[in-house]
Nanobody, 119 residues
Framework: QVQLVESGGGLVQPGGSLRLSCAASGSIGSINAMGWYRQAPGKQRELVATISGGGTTNYADSVKGRFTISRDNAKTTVYLQMNSLKPDDTAVYFC?????????????WGQGTQVTVSS
């Protein structure tokens, strides 16, 4: 199994910044991608940003130019730097890991961390 521990959420004013972290541990295997998704009340979960095993990044149009996804050298911790935050960014943010292990591909999710953008 894989454990994902997220941190860094909180309350921030519009225009402010937050940095989320997601640390993976356990039977990680070969990571295909890690990423961040978010779910606002009454809405479906949506992709925010992903980073592939090779380092290719992908962003939702709504966060391009404001959010940056990165990872540590061990490729087991992923970060999301969020700048110029807007009230519409308010949501629970979830970390996701996709891996290959013993010939099986799996997705794992973190428990989520609340981000609230409000004055």
């Amino acid at each position: 199994q894989v454990q994902l521990v997220e941190s860094g959420g909180g309350l921030v004013q519009p225009g402010g910044s937050l940095r989320l972290s997601c640390a993976a541990s356990g039977s990680i295997g070969s990571i295909n991608a890690m990423g961040w998704y978010r779910q606002a009340p009454g809405k479906q979960r949506e992709l925010v940003a992903t980073i592939s095993g090779g380092g290719t990044t992908n962003y939702a149009d709504s966060v391009k130019g404001r959010f940056t996804i990165s990872r540590d050298n061990a490729k087991t911790t992923v970060y999301l730097q969020m700048n110029s935050l807007k009230p519409d960014d308010t949501a629970v943010y979830f970390c996701k890991l996709n891996r290959d292990y013993l010939g099986i591909r799996n997705d794992f999710w973190g428990q989520g961390t609340q981000v609230t953008v409000s004055s």
